[in-house]
Structures are given as C-alpha cells and as structure tokens.
T-cell receptor, first 116, second 111 residues
Framework: DARVTQTPRHKVTEMGQEVTMRCQPI?????VFWYRQTMMQGLELLAY????????DSGMPKDRFSAEMPDATLATLKIQPSEPRDSAVYFC??????????????FGPGTRLTVL | QKEVEQNSGPLSVPEGAIASLNCTYS??????FFWYRQYSGKSPELIMS????GDKEDGRFTAQLNKASQYVSLLIRDSQPSDSATYLC???????????FGTGTQLKVEL
C-alpha cells in the first residue's frame, strides 16, 4: 500500500527555533508539493517540485522558508527562524506523471506545527 | 475575487438525502477539476476528478462541470453519517501545474 509519509507528525517549538519537516513521496512519483493548512486561509500551496527541480515556490515566505529535494525519495521544508504565525498543518503530496494527467495528488498525513 | 470559491457551510442534510456541494472558479483556462474529502484531523483524500463538461458518476458521487458558467458541483446520493466531512474543491491552474483549493464546505449528515 503505497503512501506518502511525513515526519514528524507533531512538532512543538519555541519562536526563533529552526524547524525541519520531511516527506517521502510515493515511489515512482516525480512531482512533490508542500501545502500549509490553517483555519483562516485553508489549504495553500507553498512550493512544488518536478523531477526534483523546484518549479514554483511563490507561495512561500522566502526570508524564512526553504524547500529542497536532496534526492527522489526525500523532500524537506525548513523554517528558520520560526514564528507563532507559522503554526499550521503542513502537508506533503506527491503525484505521478502519466501520458494524460500529471495532476493527481496523494497527500501525506501532515505535520502539525505549533510555534509558541 | 478568490480563484476558487465555496460556501463554507455547514451544510446539514438528513441521512438518505442528496447533498449538493458547489464551487466556482475564476480561471477560464482551467481544464481539470477535483473534489477532495477531508475528515477532521486527517489529510485530504481525492474522491472525484472531472475534465469535461457534463456529469461524471462514481458510485454515490456525481461530479458536474459547466465550464461556460465556471462552476463545478458534487452530488452525494443516499448521504450517510460517514459522509460528514469537509469537501474541498480544487482546480488545476497556473498553466496546468498548480492545484488551487477552495476553503471547503463542511457537510453534516444527520441521523
């Protein structure tokens, strides 16, 4: 049963600390997305990669957020320094590339981040 | 105007009734549309996709798309308490590379 995995599932940290979230996409998927979900804003796209190359990170605050894919089995989202307004659930999703559609996305369980 | 709009609800329907969820979008060039279901505390789960005008049926679910009017809807027949969740409409935008989500409609199916 192929699934997207994310670690950690929960993270509580203090303002100013660095936070790193990790995602393992489904094996064979070549597109990876990072989303943030809050009650107020809903689900927002932060960044996405195709074949490990960043295609769009316009949804991400550049001064403190960074996203990378060091290899095909790992995507990371880093916040440094973290702020209370970063408290949210962060989802990773991956998608396959097919001849017809490259848009189906499968979500991981999310990382619930609380910044005190 | 938001790119994808949904009524936040909650939408309450009795068990066995038809639940109708609606979504409008602003990008006329969008070609792919999706409905995700999200239970409280869980991740979004894809339940339907639709690409052509008209209806697409899958079990108790029917997605309807009208590109001229820029709306997409989801009908759930014979609603069950287990259908109680938030339903997210998503539209492929940005030249076909990005999914933009609505804020979701909360559905409550009452016994």
């Amino acid at each position: 049963d192929a699934r997207v995995t994310q670690t950690p599932r929960h993270k509580v940290t203090e303002m100013g600390q660095e936070v790193t979230m990790r995602c393992q996409p489904i094996l064979g998927h070549n597109t990876v997305f990072w989303y943030r979900q809050t009650m107020m804003q809903g689900l927002e796209l932060l960044a996405y990669f195709r074949n490990r190359a960043p295609l769009d990170d316009s949804g991400m605050p550049k001064d403190r957020f960074s996203a990378e894919m060091p290899d095909a089995t790992l995507a990371t989202l880093k916040i440094q320094p973290s702020e209370p307004r970063d408290s949210a659930v962060y989802f990773c999703a991956s998608g396959p590339r097919t001849e017809e559609r490259t848009d189906t996305q499968y979500f991981g369980p999310g990382t619930r981040l609380t910044v005190l | 105007q938001k790119e994808v709009e949904q009524n936040s609800g909650p939408l309450s329907v009795p068990e066995g009734a038809i639940a109708s969820l609606n979504c409008t979008y602003s990008d006329r060039g969008s070609q792919s549309f999706f409905w995700y279901r999200q239970y409280s505390g869980k991740s979004p789960e894809l339940i339907m996709s639709i690409y052509s005008n008209g209806d697409k049926e899958d079990g108790r679910f029917t997605a309807q798309l009208n590109k001229a009017s820029q709306y997409v809807s989801l009908l759930i027949r014979d609603s069950q308490p287990s259908d109680s969740a938030t339903y997210l409409c998503a539209v492929l935008t940005g030249g076909g590379n990005k999914l933009t989500f609505g804020t979701g409609t909360q559905l409550k199916v009452e016994l």
